[in-house]
């Protein structure tokens, strides 16, 4: 018999999320930034050989909205995140950043009931694992682009109260929050920077240097 030694504790960390945590480019039929711009394959450089860091990032992913046009099946979070928790286990933390797509104009919801699907559809149900949380709210949406008025009436001054409500949540959980809000969006209006996706990655790394594992 081979024994294997293991000379330190991985840490396993799994970023769930929309296009932004895909890495959509701004202003693109549906192109991703490389590995060496995505948050969180920075985050894993920044974090080392200890942590290992899982992507899943959808593009148009929800909470729970179903998205009925055509090619768009199968995106909402609610559904899938038992599931990705089951097939990625074990993990030490879940960095969700979710939310943005409940804002378009065609669902009518307000931020605080994102906010409790939110809280009900993923922090309990993350939370009653066992799982470390970092909550993550999204940047502000620029809805004066072509894209984002045409998705987000009203979604920029929702956007912003978004942050307000996600830390409140995180607060009331006993979990982490990263406020998001203030990172530039491109062209588009909806998607993160290049810049945007790199600083989200500091942000990151600096809040999980404070947590206990």
């Known amino acids: 018999m081979?024994?294997?030694?293991?000379?330190?504790?991985?840490?396993?960390?799994?970023?769930?999320?929309?296009?932004?945590t895909r890495g959509y480019i701004p202003g693109t039929d549906h192109e991703r930034f490389p590995a060496n711009v995505r948050f969180p394959k920075v985050l894993q450089k920044l974090t080392g050989k200890n942590f290992e860091i899982i992507e899943d990032g959808q593009d148009s992913r929800t909470i729970m909205h179903e998205d009925t046009r055509p090619g768009k099946e199968g995106r909402v979070g609610s559904v899938q995140i038992v599931p990705c928790l089951d097939s990625n286990a074990p993990l030490n933390v879940v960095i969700l950043m979710l939310g943005t797509g409940e804002l378009k104009h065609k669902f009518q919801n307000t931020p605080e009931q994102v906010g409790a699907?939110?809280?009900?559809?993923?922090v309990k149900v993350i939370l009653k694992r066992g799982i470390k949380l970092v909550i993550v709210s999204p940047p502000v949406l620029n809805e004066k682009t072509a894209y984002s008025k045409q998705r987000y009436v009203g979604g920029t001054e929702k956007s912003k109260q978004l942050s307000n409500v996600y830390s409140k949540i995180a607060k009331d959980n006993k979990c982490d929050f990263v406020d998001a809000s203030k990172l530039k969006v491109g062209s588009d209006g909806v998607h993160m920077t290049k810049a945007s996706q790199i600083k989200l990655a500091e942000m990151l790394v600096s809040k999980i240097k404070q947590m206990k594992f």
């Open 2 to 20: 081979i024994l294997i030694s293991v000379d330190y504790m991985v840490t396993r960390i799994l970023c769930f999320g929309d296009s932004n």
């Open 117 to 122: 699907l939110l809280e009900k559809h993923f």
